[in-house]
């Protein structure tokens, strides 16, 4: 996510990593009060989150139970930085089970894929359903939008 604008676009963006791509009914996972926090090295929005003892990591393994959602939680720590996706260590906060939302891609996306997400970092990149991709676990989601590497796609639950 870049901070300070230093372009002017024809068209507006169509929405930032993490924000709802849809109205379509969301759902969260059921944790219980306060019982989900960001990990020691805080975590970042957009991606799949991984969680233990109530602890979210963007790292995990196995199907991720969840995905992490723009909520305006993210703060800006670094100094002089203009812009930050990471909720910080300790923080509360969400994962999403279901709903359309916007992610960036590693991989080119067509309408109807599966979506990834990568054991390490949690980000996401898109395959047949039943593929095997290297480091990474197929999730429920789904390719919403089509789009290349790099660039924003709507993925959800809802086909």
Do not use: C
């Not at 993490?18 to 009060?33: H, R, V």
């Amino acid at each position: 996510m870049s901070g300070f604008q230093n372009v002017i676009n024809q068209q507006q963006a169509p929405g930032v990593e993490g924000d709802f791509a849809s109205a379509n009914p969301k759902a969260s996972l059921l944790a219980g009060e306060g019982a989900l926090v960001a990990g020691t090295n805080g975590v970042v929005v957009g991606r799949f989150g991984w969680v233990t003892n109530g602890v979210v990591d963007n790292t995990g393994t196995g199907v991720p139970p969840g995905f992490v959602h723009r909520e305006g939680q993210a703060s800006i720590t670094t100094w002089l930085a203009e812009a930050s996706m990471t909720v910080q260590p300790g923080f509360q906060m969400t994962l999403m089970t279901a709903g359309d939302f916007w992610v960036r891609t590693a991989g080119a996306a067509t309408v109807g894929q599966k979506i990834f997400a990568k054991l390490s970092d949690g980000s996401i990149t898109t395959g047949a359903a039943g593929a095997t991709v290297a480091g990474y676990v197929e999730t429920k989601f789904v390719v919403g939008s089509a789009g290349a590497a790099g660039e924003l796609i709507q993925m959800g639950t809802w086909s």
